[in-house]
Structures are given as C-alpha cells and as structure tokens.
C-alpha cells in the first residue's frame, strides 16, 4: 500500500513539473497587446449581442403577427 502512494506521489510531483517547465515556454502578450485584445472581444460582444437583440425583436413582431 505504501508503494502505491509513494508511486502516485512521483507522478504527481512528475506532473506538476511538466506544468511549470510548460508555462515558462508560453509567449505571454504585452500590456498592450492585452489592452488591445481586450477591446477586441468587448468590441465584437457588443457587436453580436447588438445583431442577437434585432433578430430577437425582428422574430418578435413576425410571431405577434402570426397569433393575432
């Protein structure tokens, strides 16, 4: 039983040093490139919640027309 622990214990402390030596790999983004990657997304989320409310209102009035 002892084994089995020390054995999950090696792959475990194994694996979390496979993670750090991978994180230090990654090419993290400037401060600008963050602030201008940022604004992208808020930009493009306004843009597709914008295009999801019209649809919303435009399929809205076709059904009021059709119950009526």
């Given at each position: 039983?002892?084994?089995?622990?020390?054995?999950?214990?090696?792959?475990?402390?194994?694996?979390?040093?496979?993670?750090?030596?991978?994180?230090?790999?990654?090419?993290?983004?400037?401060?600008?490139?963050?602030?201008n990657y940022t604004a992208?997304?808020?930009?493009?989320?306004?843009?597709?919640?914008?295009?999801?409310?019209?649809?919303?209102?435009?399929?809205?009035?076709?059904?009021?027309?059709?119950?009526?």
């Amino acid at each position: 039983m002892a084994t089995q622990t020390n054995t999950r214990k090696g792959k475990v402390r194994t694996y979390f040093k496979g993670v750090r030596a991978e994180v230090k790999k990654v090419n993290w983004p400037s401060r600008k490139e963050l602030i201008n990657y940022t604004a992208i997304v808020i930009f493009i989320s306004i843009i597709v919640s914008l295009v999801v409310w019209i649809l919303d209102l435009g399929i809205h009035r076709i059904l009021s027309l059709i119950i009526r």
